[in-house]
């Protein structure tokens, strides 16, 4: 089975560029989620999906950043306008609600952004 | 809001030697505990968990403790090997699926 997977692998964006990350999650997975992660801050949980509905919009990340689910298949987080200290790696994770193995979190390779 | 603090940002210990990771968390609402650990440069994977339900689970080298009235838990892995270096995530779900994680901890292993 294919494991979540993220593109592109490196992004490097002018401020103020608009930016689209993508994941595909796991087949079958209900749940989908956009992690940024950064050496100050650690994880922080931009958004969460159940189902592909909207669970959790980002609090304080809600104003630049957009998270998507087109499908149950896909999803893209939209940074606009970039700044550099939104420099960091952007990890998507799914997981299966319900199964015997629920809220195992699967996590792609991540995206690495870095905003000049 | 929920937190999870991971007490200690780096670890080193000899090969051979236990090692022991220390979490807090603030929600008594918290029902599940996961471990995840990132080697360099790779993305991060599922080790161990725990649910709210029990105080204690073994795997191979790994066991995890709860202390619910605490509002603990610990990674404890015995007779580390050098492959056991990386960075160990804990994390709590105050609902079904949502995870906070803890700022991580390097734990380097000596030969």
């Known amino acids: 089975d294919a494991g979540v997977t993220q593109t592109p692998r490196h992004e490097v964006a002018e401020k103020g560029q608009t930016i689209i990350l993508k994941c595909e999650p796991v087949s079958g997975h209900n749940d989908l989620f956009w992690y940024r992660q950064t050496k100050i801050q650690g994880l922080e949980l931009l958004s969460y999906f159940r189902s592909k509905s909207l669970m959790e919009d980002g609090g304080a990340f809600k104003d630049r950043f957009k998270a998507e689910m087109l499908n149950s298949s896909f999803s893209t987080l939209k940074i606009q306008p970039t700044e550099p200290k939104d420099s960091a790696v952007y990890l998507c994770?799914?997981?299966?609600?319900?199964?015997?193995?629920?809220?195992?979190?699967?996590f792609g390779s991540g995206t690495r952004l870095t905003v000049l | 809001g929920e937190k999870v603090e991971q007490h200690e940002s780096t670890l080193s210990v000899r090969e051979g030697d236990s090692a022991v990771i220390n979490c807090t968390y603030t929600d008594t609402a918290s029902s599940y505990f996961p471990w995840y650990k990132q080697e360099a440069g790779k993305s991060l994977h599922f080790v161990i968990d725990i649910r709210s339900n029990v105080d204690r689970k073994q795997s191979q080298r790994l066991t995890v403790l709860l202390d619910k009235k605490a509002k603990r838990f610990s990674l404890h892995i015995t007779a580390t090997q050098p492959e056991d270096s990386a960075i160990y995530f804990c994390a709590a779900s105050w609902n079904q699926g949502k995870l906070i994680f803890g700022q991580g901890t390097k734990l380097s292993i000596k030969p």
């Open positions: 994770a799914s997981s299966f609600l319900g199964g015997h193995s629920a809220e195992t979190l699967y």
